[in-house]
């Protein structure tokens, strides 16, 4: 069975560019999280899915971040503009909907702003 | 914000020692997870241990729960270089619909 898969694996754009992450989770999980991991640190929740709806998007900068789950299925992480402090590890995972086991993460998707 | 703390922050040890590492958290909590992560690479899901549960084993770790002390401990016998890692705790609260919540994680570096 495939894992989560996770694409680009690196990107290094200038600041104020866009940039977009995509996900594929697992089959048959419904809920999908987004993580961003700075250097030395912890994952960080950015947004949670459950099917098509975003249920926890407190931590999400939604001036320049936007996320969707289409069909609440693959999903894509958007930055416009992007700023020197957005370089980090962007971390897709999913898990069994309503679920409080394992999530299954992706290897993620490092931005390096410059 | 993080609800866990790992301690300590990096650890390094002789392949064949073990190697304890230490987690601390605010609230109650629904289950307390570890995961691991290899640099440059995704997270990867260890153990779970329950609320309810004490004590618990996977192959060569150990996981403990002292809720009384909002505390857990991994450990990881006879260590191997390949153990060498990233180690996060994460817990689920128990509270509302809450997502896990990751500490800022130990280094460990087993040398061959």
């Known amino acids: 069975e495939a894992g989560v898969v996770q694409s680009p694996r690196y990107k290094i754009i200038e600041k104020k560019q866009p940039v977009a992450f995509w996900c594929n989770p697992i089959s048959g999980h419904n809920t999908l999280y987004w993580y961003r991991q700075n250097l030395g640190q912890g994952p960080e929740l950015l947004i949670r899915?459950?099917?098509?709806?975003?249920?926890?998007d407190s931590q999400l900068p939604k001036d320049r971040f936007s996320a969707e789950r289409l069909k609440g299925v693959d999903s894509t992480l958007k930055i416009q503009p992007a700023e020197l402090g957005d370089s980090a590890v962007y971390l897709c995972?999913?898990?069994?909907?309503?679920?409080?086991?394992?999530?299954?993460f992706g290897e993620g998707s490092r931005l390096t702003v410059l | 914000s993080q609800q866990g703390e790992e301690d300590p922050q990096a650890l390094s040890i002789q392949e064949g020692e073990n190697a304890t590492m230490n987690c601390s958290y605010k609230?109650?909590?629904?289950?307390l997870q570890w995961y691991r992560q290899n640099s440059g690479r995704g997270l990867v899901h260890l153990i779970l241990?329950?609320?309810?549960?004490r004590e618990k084993h996977s192959g060569r770790l150990r996981v403990t729960l002292d809720t009384s002390k909002k505390s857990s401990s991994l450990l990881i016998t006879a260590s191997r270089a390949a153990d060498t890692a990233s180690y996060f705790c994460?817990?689920?609260?128990?509270?509302?619909?809450?997502?896990?919540?990751f500490g800022k994680g130990t280094r460990l570096s087993v040398i061959a």
């Open positions: 995972a999913s898990s069994l909907s309503g679920h409080t086991g394992e999530l299954f």
């Open positions: 899915y459950e099917n098509e709806e975003a249920v926890d």
């Open positions: 609230t109650s909590i629904n289950n």
């Open positions: 994460a817990t689920f609260r128990n509270s509302g619909n809450t997502p896990l919540v």
């Open positions: 241990i329950r609320s309810n549960e």
